[in-house]
Structure formats: structure tokens, C-alpha cells
């Protein structure tokens, strides 16, 4: 059983570090282990506000498959602690930039760092429909490949939100071939003749007209109501998100943003590296990481090459000076 304790900030902890990483999901914690046993003073800033924190488990990930998320966080926390890794329970509220960074929390502490790793991840934004929100990571799903396998030959029911709501319904129907396509305010007349034949050809059904509720019963999605009052029977419904990353930090720093098919996301390269010198941006923030283990991984590639370009700052001061590092 793994402890849930969190490592809190005291007057011992230093003020000063040489990377801040904000955020403690698969992202921030995955970059914190890399610059842990990298010899780097690390610091991970925690708002406590994991995205899967609705989900019972995780899936997909190789060895840690079907392991609640807050095992797998707590997991990650004792394995930084091991290579002296700091961790505090706190939000930031404010990043400046002067020679280095200097990251202002909410608690009240202000503390800098040469380089900074944003991994504050997104918030997924749902259709006000009722039931929606409330059954989101049980029986309200946006991934087929994180619960598909677990809901597997059920009653499908796909909400439209935009046109991509086919594909959803097409991809869906790996895992069952009962899938029906609710049009929602999307409209039965905003699916293309092309769109149409497809699903036909997939079994997935069309419904037109509005979606007022989900009905649930003994604490279990049991259908779907449409504002005409019918009701359609369906154990699982998947829904496509808007995503919204937390980039406030980010635009606090002038770092430069993009539209994507997706939402707004920072400009970064193939490392994470933003167009602000010095800071990363891993996870979920780049709107192209929305696993856990590409998460996990993203972390990892960002602290290997911050870490990187640190020697070489540091050899380089030195060859200028005529010291040794």
C-alpha cells in the first residue's frame, strides 16, 4: 500500500533551485526524476489537481496498467524524494523573469530557478448536458483507448459536439458494434452524405434531434433522453472535450501560442522548449501529449534536454573565464 503523504515546504527548504517544475502529474514527475538523478536541485510545484483524478484507473500503460491514478502519483512522488527531489502541496500564481525566474505561490512564498518545466496540464471542458460532467471518467468516456477494453460489446452511445464526432463513433465501434451517433445541436444535416455512408457501413446508428439528459439509475448510465422526451437505452457514452490547457503561466512569460484543430497551445519544438528562453512545456499543456505515458514521456525528453543545455552553459561560462567547472 503506497502512502499518500505529500512533502510540504518548510523554512528548510531553500528558496533558490536550479529547475522549477509546475505541475505533479505524469509530466512534472516524469521531468523531475530525469533532473533528480541528473544532480539538479529540482523543486515540483503541485496544485493537486490531476486531469484523470475522475477515473478509477489508467490504462495503457506498460507495467502500470489498470493502476488507480492516485497510486501512480503517489508512486512518482516517492521515487523524485528518493534522489532529493523537493515537492510542495501549492499553486503558482505568478512567474517573472529577470537573470533567472522567480515563481510567486499562492501560499505566499516566493521561490527561483534557473529554468522552469511547465507541466500544469488542461482542463477538459464538457457539453452542458445534464448527467455529462457528473459521469465523466465512469460511463461517460472521451477515449476508447484508455476504456475502451473495459466497456467492451456494450451499448454505445456517441454525443456529437463537432464534425469530428464521427470519427469518434466510426473509431468506437472496435470495441462494440451496437454504437449509435446522437447529432445532438451538432444536427443531422451537418454530417456530409460521405459521413453518412460510412457510419452506415460501420452499423453505427444515427439519432437526430437534441440530447436534454442522461438517465441514470441505481448509480449506472442506463440511456440517453432526447428534448422530444424519448429515451434511448445505452450503457456508455462517449463525448469528445473541449481542450483547455492551463498556458496562464505561459502568456504571463510573452511565450508565443498557436490555434490548433484542438485549441490554443504554446509554440514549442520536438523537446518541449518554448519560445521563452529557458522554459519547457511537457504534458498535456502541448495539447499533443492527452496519455499518461506520452505525458510520462514528454517530461522526460524535456528534462534530459534542459539538463543538456545546462553543462553546456556551464562549460562554456567556464572556458570564457579560464576556470573549470
Known sequence: MFRMEVVTMTDAYTSTYEVIVVGGGAAGLSAALVLGRARRRTLVVDAGEPRNAPAAHMQGYLSRDGMPPAEFLARGREEIARYGVDLVRDTVVDVRRS???????????????????????????????????????????????????????????????SPMSVHQALLVTQWSKDVTLFAHTLGEEAISDEDLRRLAAAGVSVVPGEVAEL???????????????????????????????????????????????????????????????GVWVAGNTTLTSQQVVHAAGDGYRAAATLNNELVMESVDAAVATGSQV
Not at 115 to 141: I, K, Q, S
Not at 215 to 243: K, Q, W
Open 99 to 161: 537573470h533567472d525566474f522567480a515563481v510567486v505561490l499562492a501560499g505566499g512564498r516566493t521561490v527561483r530557478a534557473r529554468r522552469l518545466v511547465v507541466a500544469t496540464g488542461l482542463a477538459d471542458e464538457l457539453p452542458p448536458v445534464p448527467g455529462v460532467a457528473e459521469r465523466f471518467g465512469r460511463d461517460v468516456l472521451h477515449c476508447p483507448y484508455c476504456h475502451g477494453w473495459e466497456v467492451r460489446d456494450g451499448a454505445f452511445g456517441v454525443l456529437a459536439t
Open 215 to 277: 438517465v441514470v439509475e441505481d448509480d449506472g448510465l442506463t440511456g440517453i433522453r432526447l428534448a422530444d422526451g424519448s429515451v434511448h437505452a445505452r450503457s456508455t457514452v462517449f463525448v469528445a472535450p473541449r481542450f483547455a490547457p492551463r498556458t496562464g503561466l505561459l502568456e504571463r512569460l510573452g511565450a508565443e501560442m498557436k490555434e490548433t484543430p484542438f485549441g490554443t497551445a504554446p509554440v514549442t519544438d520536438e523537446t518541449g522548449r518554448s519560445t521563452v528562453p
